[in-house]
């Protein structure tokens, strides 16, 4: 049984998740249209990882219309421990360059790695065993994860404890629910073809 129109399904959601960002970002916070052209790749490819984990797991997840509510549950679920533990440090970066100084550059590479990374992949990979029931559920969520927390979720450790972190999780909120209604509805559509 072939199911490759989960990729392919997969690819689109990170593309729209990918432009959701990039519009809201342009008139909410300032215009970075020149992030579009090396997004496109780490959104095709993390497309690609999400679109396989979902393959692996869709048969653990409730029916349409409320799949794509699960799949924003469920990665709200794993970049989950990253956002709290964010809370309990002070900033890495310095939102007015919204940069990372040099002097926090080790311990932002440490939070990011310890706190969203490994966390996001070690939830993914539980969520894909108990969802999908195989070592390929639960690597391809676990995939995800990573991919999850290194795009859309890369911001996550270094916003925590300032004016910013609030914007920064609508935003993610925006882009997840986008990238999951694209993710199933278009699975959907093309299993159908």
Do not use: C
Request: hydrophobic share 60%; aromatic share 8%.
């Amino acid at each position: 049984m072939s199911t490759n129109h989960d990729l392919l399904a997969g690819m689109l959601a990170g593309v729209a998740g990918l432009l959701a960002f990039l519009v809201i970002h342009h008139f909410w916070i300032k215009p970075i249209w020149f992030i579009l052209p090396p997004g496109l790749m780490i959104a095709l490819l993390g497309g690609l990882a999400v679109g396989w984990s979902y393959r692996e797991i869709q048969s653990g997840l409730p029916p349409r219309p409320w799949t794509a509510l699960a799949m924003l549950a469920l990665i709200a679920a794993i970049l989950a421990p990253g956002i709290v533990l964010a809370q309990f440090h002070r900033p890495t970066i310095d939102l007015v360059s919204f940069t990372i100084p040099k002097e926090n550059a080790g311990r932002a590479a440490t939070q990011f790695f310890t706190e969203l990374a490994l966390t996001a992949v070690i939830l993914g990979g539980i969520a894909g065993w108990l969802l999908g029931h195989t070592r390929q559920a639960a690597f391809a969520t676990a995939l995800a994860g990573f991919v999850y927390a290194l795009g859309p979720g890369h911001n996550i450790p270094f916003l925590g404890q300032t004016p910013a972190t609030g914007k920064g999780l609508i935003l993610l909120l925006a882009i997840t629910l986008v990238a999951a209604v694209v993710l199933v509805e278009a699975s959907a559509l093309l299993a159908k073809r």
